[in-house]
């Protein structure tokens, strides 16, 4: 099997980051029937540690060799 630079990465990581989606889109209460979990804490002990906050790139900016410049007129 092929070695990529990600040493640390295993099957909970991806399954935490499928339940962190989940909740995000559908509640706590769906994710928490997606992983088949008993009970909710159990569910947020996957999410909690990976639960960001997603950010959306300013509209019209973008940075050429460090510079910033707007690419919309105004």
């Given at each position: 099997?092929?070695?990529?630079?990600?040493?640390d990465?295993?099957?909970?990581?991806?399954?935490?980051?499928?339940?962190?989606?989940?909740?995000?889109?559908?509640?706590?209460?769906?994710?928490?029937?997606?992983?088949?979990?008993?009970?909710?804490?159990?569910?947020?002990?996957?999410?909690?540690?990976?639960?960001?906050?997603?950010?959306?790139p300013?509209?019209?900016?973008?940075?050429?060799?460090?510079?910033?410049?707007?690419?919309?007129?105004?």
């Amino acid at each position: 099997m092929a070695r990529t630079a990600l040493e640390d990465l295993h099957f909970h990581d991806i399954r935490a980051k499928a339940l962190t989606d989940a909740k995000r889109e559908a509640g706590r209460d769906y994710a928490q029937a997606l992983a088949g979990h008993a009970s909710g804490e159990m569910t947020e002990a996957y999410v909690r540690a990976r639960d960001t906050q997603i950010v959306r790139p300013l509209g019209g900016i973008v940075e050429i060799a460090g510079n910033c410049r707007k690419t919309d007129p105004e």
